[in-house]
């Protein structure tokens, strides 16, 4: 079956009751409703084009080779060739954005690495459109994939090495993103910075991504996610389940990543909030963003508590090492006959990552999963901070005088509210037992900044999210209370 009309969701029925339990009992909030998308978003998502996706895929696997070390002259093979075309390319995309687009590509020159097969210094170009948000400019959301392709031999940079699963798929997705914004943004801004960046240089050390996250980093810009496309065509290709067909999986890196103070990931450990890293929030907001919309996207959300597949990476590591949120979407059932492999027929087996193994209308419908979470997320207000809860309320009694409205089964948060976002309407705190991967209930607690709920802190973990004018949610944020000792 390839048509995802015919595919219903399993996230359409009973998505708040995903692995929970009907325990600990709850008084108050509400089941978890998966936010919803407005018509204008979703009419986007239908314009995501296979046809398009084909015929870009198709114009990078000509380049021969997209190999980091490739020839940079020649203007029909290597990466310059490829690389060049991606520039013109998105700058005849953006000319109906009214100047709010903008395209570059910002270079490097990397001196030669043996350790990571680069022999000779090479330029690292990242090929990007930038759209500047009207309100909140420093905020920023990135989309990344690379354009780079390999050999078995990574120091081959001359062999013929198609690369159209890995990584035309994302490129494919991102021009497309691009086009389809171009004519939305020219008669409204995003409030915040989208970044739609392809990179180079993945398969030797992630030296594009890396390049890109310093950058940002170095400039100060409050990066809240990066989603990282890398192998998202195989769909029907192969002889996988039709489930596979209709699934993307999202890998979100767990407490390893984080760069924050020692005691703070020890307390994430220490008292159960291991899964609530900033990267599995991001993961969770995007499964239920398409859980939303999934009659539209015709795909389910995997969340996997890795951060990536076994022994392996990506570029989303760039952003994590920088200390940002980052996710990355890959197909749910690898073709590992057709990736990394030399074009090749042995043993009668055919090998190598052509085009004939990608299935457009799959890549198509993960670049649905991709548009609506980038511009969702840059429509909502920000993910609020500084969320904690007080250790004394909820918990054993330490003096006589301890009054003994603390002494119930209860949890006190309270929560920055400075500086005001102008997109705000009100906050909503979110919780799940312990044995749900997603939320399972919420609660409008207007514009306050704290409340206390009837919910033992042992049983639960408990997020904070905004909820803005426009409906549109934040990813949420963990509540620790080590955080208070970042309150003034
Ligand atoms: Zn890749």
Redesign the pocket.
């Known amino acids: 079956m390839k048509s995802s009309s015919k595919f219903s969701p399993r996230c359409l029925n009973g998505f708040a009751n995903w692995g929970a339990g009907n325990w600990p009992p709850s008084s108050v909030g509400t089941p978890l409703v998966p936010q919803s998308t407005d018509p204008q978003t979703l009419s986007l998502l239908n314009q995501m084009d296979p046809k398009r996706i084909q015929n870009y895929i198709q114009t990078l696997v000509n380049f021969h080779t997209r190999h980091t070390a490739s020839d940079t002259k020649s203007p029909t093979t290597g990466i310059g060739a490829a690389r060049n075309w991606l520039l013109k390319e998105m700058t005849e995309l953006i000319k109906p954005s009214n100047g709010r687009m903008t395209a570059s590509m910002p270079c490097y020159l990397q001196p030669a690495i043996p350790a990571d097969d680069i022999f000779f210094a090479v330029e690292i170009c990242n090929v990007q459109v930038e759209i500047k948000g009207s309100v909140d400019p420093n905020r920023t959301y990135v989309y990344t994939g690379?354009y780079d392709s390999r050999r078995l031999n990574l120091s081959d940079y001359t062999g013929y090495a198609p690369?159209a699963d890995?990584?035309a798929s994302?490129v494919a997705i991102a021009l497309e993103m691009i086009r389809i914004l171009a004519p939305v943004v020219a008669k409204t801004a995003p409030p915040t910075t989208i970044i739609i960046a392809t990179v180079a240089g993945?398969?030797q050390d992630l030296f594009g991504s890396n390049f890109l996250a310093q950058t940002l980093k170095n400039a100060s810009v409050n990066v809240q996610a990066n989603f990282n496309d890398?192998?998202v065509g195989s769909g029907s290709n192969a002889p996988f389940d039709t489930l596979n067909q209709h699934t993307i999986r999202i890998f979100g890196a767990g407490t390893d990543y984080l760069t924050l103070p020692a005691d703070v990931v020890a307390e994430f450990i220490s008292t159960g909030y291991q899964d609530d890293t900033p990267a599995r929030h991001l993961g969770r907001y995007v499964q239920e963003v398409n859980a939303g919309a999934a009659s539209v996207t015709g795909m389910e959300v995997a969340l996997i508590y890795k951060p990536d597949r076994f022994f392996r990476g990506?570029d989303h590591e760039s952003f994590l090492n920088a200390g940002f949120p980052a996710v990355r979407f890959t197909e749910p059932q690898e073709d590992f006959f057709h990736q990394h492999q030399d074009p090749r027929v042995q043993d009668g087996v055919t090998y190598g990552d052509e085009i004939e193994y990608v299935d457009f209308e799959y890549t198509a419908r993960v670049g649905k999963v991709n548009l609506l979470s980038l511009w969702s997320i840059a429509n909502a207000p920000a993910t609020p901070s500084n969320f904690t809860y007080d250790t004394n309320i909820g918990f054993l009694a330490t003096t006589e005088s301890t009054p003994p409205s603390f002494l119930e089964n209860i949890i006190k948060l309270y929560w920055n509210t400075e500086p005001a976002d102008p997109l705000l309407a009100y906050y909503e705190i979110v919780w799940r037992p312990m044995s749900s991967q997603q939320w399972t209930h919420m609660l409008n607690v207007g514009l306050e900044n704290t409340t206390i709920l009837p919910i033992s802190k042992d049983n639960a973990v408990f997020g904070l999210r905004a909820v803005g004018k426009n409906g549109k949610k934040s990813p949420a944020t963990y509540a620790l209370a080590v955080a208070s000792q970042f309150f003034g």
């Open positions: 690379h690369g890995d990584n994302a993945e398969e890398d192998i990506g």
